[in-house]
């Protein structure tokens, strides 16, 4: 049985989440569904869009973030608003979740700092709330509801995509908080790879190709035991 993926928030965490998948395409590993928050998000849609690891990275490490996004007009709900990365992923991503290649979940925070899963509806508007930290970007609106980072409340929205998707092998990608702390227990029968935070800030994602390496190579090692009969 094909195998679900879930990609949890990190901050600008997009070169661990690029040496993930790079690692999960070399082992040939069947991917059913994925599953992301915030910078999980941005490269599990990338990724369910069909869109190659490498490419991945190459498109979000093209530019710093913060010339990728632009100062918003009501200041007061958010400093940057996300209006230039939801244009941006229009060329690479269809219109709707369901659109998408394989079943697609966006980890997102609703309001009153609700939890909430998306699996259906506009897809880019989805995955940009994902992104959009409280007071650095202003929220996202969709079908009028505003939406937020969803990391801030729930790390890896694996509750949620386990009981959207039932009965189902899991391998979770968990990047290091940038906040510290412990996050929440994994349950029994998932397989959980660990990456460094990435360290990266809006202006300088730091040494972009190591990190992908490094997680790559730590993704591979905590998949060397991972069941055969889940490969390809």
């Known amino acids: 049985m094909p195998t679900e993926l879930v990609l949890s928030s990190g901050f600008l965490a997009f070169a661990r989440q690029t040496g993930f998948l790079a690692a999960i395409e070399q082992r040939g590993i069947e991917v059913g569904g994925v599953c992301g928050t915030s910078s999980g998000a941005l490269a ?11 490419d991945i990275g190459a498109l979000l490490n093209e530019a710093p973030p913060l010339r990728q996004i632009a100062l918003s007009g009501t200041p007061w709900r958010g400093l940057f608003a996300m209006g230039p990365v939801i244009d941006r992923l229009a ?7 369901e659109d998408l290649e394989r079943p697609f979940g966006v980890g997102v925070m609703g309001p009153g700092r609700r939890p909430s899963l998306l699996t259906s509806g506009p897809l880019r508007q989805a995955v940009a709330a994902s992104c959009a930290i409280p007071y650095l970007f202003t929220p996202v609106v969709l079908d009028g509801v505003p939406y937020q980072d969803g990391g801030v409340v729930d790390r890896t929205a694996l509750e949620a995509w386990r009981a959207h998707r039932p009965d189902r092998a899991v391998i979770l990608h968990l990047v290091d908080s940038s906040r510290g702390g412990e996050d929440a227990p994994v349950p029994e029968g998932v397989t959980v790879v660990r990456t460094p935070k990435s360290g990266a800030k809006l202006w300088n994602l730091g040494d972009f190709e190591a990190q992908v390496e490094e997680a790559k190579q730590r993704t591979l090692e905590a998949l060397s035991a991972f069941p055969a009969d889940a490969s390809r």
Request: glycine share 12%; charged share 20%; net charge negative.
């Open 91 to 97: 060329e690479f991503l269809p219109e709707r979740i």
């Open 44 to 54: 599990g849609s990338l990724f369910s869009a069909g869109v190659p690891a490498e």
